[in-house]
């Protein structure tokens, strides 16, 4: 059927996927960090991104450029592998340690090619990922553990923000899950229309907060009005936001924002990496009780866990606006206070 937009208010109807505006997200630089008087200043500027924006960038990180180029190259190069390559870690089970996955098909919502493999600790997982490219194993794991290592320096950084200090939950995230999302975004140049499709359908991440390399533009947040907001490209640059977990953590302070990705091109592939940092598997992720006050904030989720999420996405359609963070707030309200 053809959906060219006969008229203004048909082309608004289809279009807020592309033509948006940019967001203003905060970049922040967070060298010093260990320095109180730099530290006091990154900690205020990281609490009120997370309360405006649930999301911000992040520079001068402590991960050279070099470790940053050399996973998306690999990456790029895994995904121009021969098919039959990448089949090897096919897998319908959610759980699965290391799979790979496409919606790349005939009438397909979304056009995404994704490697998901488990990273922490290294030393359990890293004989599982491909050896091919030959030096996939080696740039893709200098990058997680450097994202680890700042993974947890973050977390530190947001229960402070919180008022909870820089140790709260900080051995659950050195122990908790690191799953490495190696994303590609090809285009697709039968559409009558590319720049109208999606690679990957809106969403908010379980994790309790998200690091993400992108290789270029195409990321989308949606503000407190409904409307999508471009994220800028900032070459070095790394986007955080904070994710389902932190939201139950905080008992709604921060949110997990809902995101996506858009396709820009018809001739460019996109290549984005997200390190995602939550709490072991059958860790138990609740409200923190100095959150909690009866009468201006009462608690306004149950608890879960990561395994809890992967029971979740293998039974429901995130494409179809079935997000997990839903099934976990209370029937009960209450006013985020100014």
């Known amino acids: 059927m053809d959906q060219t937009p006969q008229n203004k208010e048909d082309y608004f109807q289809l279009v807020p996927r592309c033509y ?53 190259s690999t990456a790029s190069s895994f995904f121009e592998l021969p098919t039959n390559e990448k089949m090897k870690y096919r897998s319908d089970d959610v759980k699965s340690p290391v799979r790979y996955g496409t919606s790349l ?41 450097a994202t680890q290592k700042l993974g947890v320096s973050l977390m530190g950084i947001i229960t402070e923000g919180l008022g909870l200090g820089p140790e709260y939950k900080s051995d659950k995230m050195v122990k908790g899950v690191q799953a490495i999302m190696v994303n590609s975004y090809p285009p697709n140049p039968a559409a009558a229309q590319p720049d109208l499709e999606l690679g990957l359908p809106p969403h908010s991440d379980c994790s309790c907060l998200s690091i993400v390399l992108q290789g270029s533009r195409g990321l989308q947040i949606q503000d407190s009005d409904g409307i999508w907001r471009d994220v800028s490209y900032v070459k070095g640059a790394l986007v955080v936001n904070i994710g389902d977990c932190v939201e139950v953590m905080s008992n709604g302070v921060y949110k997990s924002v809902v995101h996506r990705v858009k396709i820009l091109s ?73």
Not at 106 to 129: E, F, G, S, T
Not at 267 to 292: G, M, W
Not at 310 to 319: E, G, K, P, V
Request: charged share 30%; with cysteine; net charge negative.
């Open 20 to 72: 948006t505006e940019m967001v203003d997200l905060p970049v922040i630089e967070i060298d010093g960090i260990n320095h109180q008087s730099r530290r006091t200043i990154i900690v205020e500027d990281i609490a009120n991104a997370c309360k405006t924006y649930g999301f911000f960038q992040i520079v001068n990180h402590g991960i050279p450029q070099k470790v940053l180029d050399g996973a998306l």
């Open 266 to 338: 018809n001739n460019f592939t996109r290549i984005s990496i997200a390190s995602l940092h939550s709490s072991a598997l059958d860790e138990k992720v609740e409200v923190a009780e100095e959150l909690v006050d009866d009468e201006k904030r009462p608690k306004g989720y149950k608890e879960s866990t990561f395994n809890d999420f992967l029971n979740f996405i293998s039974r429901n359609d995130i494409s179809e606006g079935n997000y997990f963070i839903d099934t976990l707030r209370l029937v009960q309200s209450f006013v985020v206070p100014k």
């Open 105 to 145: 098909k005939d009438n397909a919502k979304y056009r995404r090619v994704v490697l998901k493999h488990y990273a922490n600790p290294l030393d359990k997982y890293i004989a599982l990922w491909p050896d091919n490219p030959h030096d996939y194993r080696e740039k893709m794991s200098e990058y997680a553990k």
